[in-house]
């Protein structure tokens, strides 16, 4: 142990600076408390950082926005001078409008709000071990390259997307597809730049699944690449791909993640060689950017007072507790096979709310988890796992918290319409009967 750090203390403790950490974190701070966000890598956003310019979805249910902190963050970049993000259809029938954006921009933008709110932001840092003392998580023990420290809090917020403390706090938890245990498969992000999109055979079908055949019919593409997933980028001439696969990889274990990612940046390269070689508007495009490891899109998701489920969702349920509203697609995306199933809620014109509760373990008293690891079943899970969702989720637990100190109140006994209201108070639509 580094004798120079010594133990800290904070009012709320925020693990994991995805993009649900950010709104916890950002919504606590702007309650006036001491917050702590401890993120394990050296950039804010999670799989939004790790697969660099990937898309925004689900941030217009019904078409109008969602509102809350991801308003703000989207209107800081589409403001700027030129604008740094641009609201598209997506060419996916079964999605709302997406938000493409420029990667440098999103990042400066996050590391602004957080700084401005007055977050202590902690990053390359991982957090290891909860402190317990009865139904109370009391602290943390994290490390960082100096060594292992202790912070304490009145209330943690798991936004870690894994739950690794959560699991070990004792809360229950279920993993993947409810028969098989199957996770999602995760994913390598990249993009080319410089492609002349024009000239591209069959560029308007986004599944471009000829070009794929041929590339492994010839041996040079992975037989799992099954379909060329891409969508031009937000800067010119780039090209936006999301189809390097791996299956059947547990996101909790560093090792298969590592393994993952090295076999996927090989089979990114090799697709990218395949189109600059074989495929007219690619001679002279080169990639761009590309995903510093793969993109985990599920892991845990935990025991809360109330599970979100397939029929909530695909009836448009609407609760007392609602904390945000929701229309996304269920997006499975090769759950141990190579099927994919977007199912649209659009299309059946509904929406529905995410209840407090998904975020409230049933027993620990100054605990609370958002963003994709909230208590739904896997299907659920398929359809609220986009970020705006994930974002909103955290804005809603970074408040709670605050209700819970101030009012010295269990999380599970906080006045949930006064929660509402100040998440209204806060721009959030569509809550407590409000029509989206
Ligand atoms: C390949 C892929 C494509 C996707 N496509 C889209 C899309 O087009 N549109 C869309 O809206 N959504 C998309 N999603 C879903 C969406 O990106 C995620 O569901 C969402 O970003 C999850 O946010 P989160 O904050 O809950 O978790 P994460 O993004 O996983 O963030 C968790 C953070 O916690 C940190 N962390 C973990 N453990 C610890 C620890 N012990 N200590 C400290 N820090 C820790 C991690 O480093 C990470 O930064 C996609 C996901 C993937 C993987």
Redesign the pocket.
Known sequence: MNENIRDMNSDVLV???????FGAAVAAARQRLNVYL????D?L???????PG?????AYPEDKPMGGILEEYLNRLYKRDPPAAEKRKCNLAAFGP?VHYDYATAQLTLFQMVEEAGVNLLIN????EPIMGGNKVKGVI?YDRTGGHTIYSKILID????G??TAKAGVPFEKGDEDTGNMMA??L?FYMANVDKDRIPDFGDPWNKKIAEKGIKSGRLHKDLHKIYWMPGFHKNSLYF?CVHIINVDGTKPQEVMKASIEAIKRAHQLASFLKEEIPGFENAYIESMGST????ETRRFEGMYKLTEDDIFTGKKFSDGILCCDNAVDIVFRGTNTMRHTSLRKKGVYYQIPYRCLVPKKIENLLF????ISADSVAMASM????T?MGL?QAAGIAASMSIINKKQVQKIDCDELIKKLQERGVHGLAGEKL
Do not use: F, H, Q, W
């Open positions: 693990i994991g600076g995805g993009i649900a950490g401890l993120e394990a890598t950039k956003g999670g799989v939004m950082a790790k697969c990937m898309p925004i979805g689900d997406e840092v991982t957090a290891i994290y936004c870690s997307g894994d690794d403390i995760v994913t992000t999301n793969v993109g985990v899109r958002a963003g994709r690891l796992r986009g970020m705006s994930c955290g």
